[in-house]
């Protein structure tokens, strides 16, 4: 599966983005789907998960109740709704897919084989 991430941009403290991942080749259905995030100096992080099947959600603590993950199966797309906007979510966004990782393996970057070229959220306070 190819992804292709957007919609990243420059906020301020408090606003919104809603970022998108567009998926092509394999039934995108089949994926579980996760967006992570790496901020200047930091290690990649996870952010939030979509498991395939049971559409059961994930979220960091970081951003519970302020990002929404959703997938739309027609259009193929991923996206992630973010709202109340903090500095510290400053970071490039990524998108990422993986057909065979069990529930243990959701906020591990290393179980996701493919993988978006990211996007660039900023967001100043």
């Known amino acids: 599966v190819q992804l292709q991430a957007s919609g990243g941009g420059s906020v301020q403290t408090g606003g919104s983005l809603r970022l998108s991942c567009a998926a092509s080749g394999r039934a995108f259905s089949s994926y579980n789907m996760a967006w992570f995030r790496q901020g200047p100096g930091k290690e990649r992080e996870f952010v939030a998960a979509?498991?395939?099947?049971?559409?059961?959600?994930y979220y960091a603590d970081s951003v519970k109740g302020r990002f929404t993950i959703s997938r739309d199966s027609v259009k193929n797309t991923l996206y992630l709704q973010m709202d109340g906007l903090k500095p510290e979510d400053t970071a490039v966004y990524y998108c990422?897919?993986?057909?065979?990782?069990?529930?243990?393996?959701?906020?591990?970057?290393?179980?996701?084989?493919?993988w978006g070229q990211g996007t660039q959220v900023t967001v100043s306070s």
């Open positions: 990422a897919a993986d057909g065979t990782l069990i529930t243990s393996q959701i906020g591990f970057a290393s179980a996701y084989d493919y």
């Open positions: 979509i498991r395939r099947g049971s559409g059961y959600l």
